[in-house]
């Protein structure tokens, strides 16, 4: 399994960015789809997850305010990110779970948050 992240950048507080996640080969045996986030110095943390059944799951940092969403003719994974805060500003990586237990991950978008 590929993934090809895109999207980030540098946003003002309170604005908005959606990353892109596209996946490609064999994106069959992919059972949830996903971003995790890595500020300077920390370790790298859940975001929000969508599974194949159409479950979510969230951080309680950004639930009201992150929106992950999936597009299957594209195999393409969103993240709509709103009212952005400093805290926000992190890589943020694309992570796809397999049925078999592999994990894979696309290089990460820089996310930055500064007025």
């Known amino acids: 399994v590929q993934l090809q992240a895109s999207g980030g950048g540098l946003v003002q507080p309170g604005g908005s960015l959606r990353l892109s996640c596209a996946a490609s080969g064999s994106i069959s045996s992919v059972r949830e789809m996903g971003w995790y986030r890595q500020a300077p110095g920390k370790q790298r943390d859940l975001v929000a997850v969508l599974t194949n059944r159409g479950g979510t799951n969230y951080a309680d940092s950004v639930k009201g305010r992150f929106t992950i969403s999936r597009d299957n003719a594209k195999n393409t994974v969103y993240l709509q990110m709103n009212s952005l805060k400093p805290e926000d500003t992190a890589v943020y990586y694309c992570?796809?779970?397999?049925?078999?237990?592999?994990?894979?991950w696309g290089k990460g978008t820089l996310v930055t948050v500064s007025s």
């Open positions: 992570n796809a779970a397999t049925s078999y237990g592999i994990n894979y």
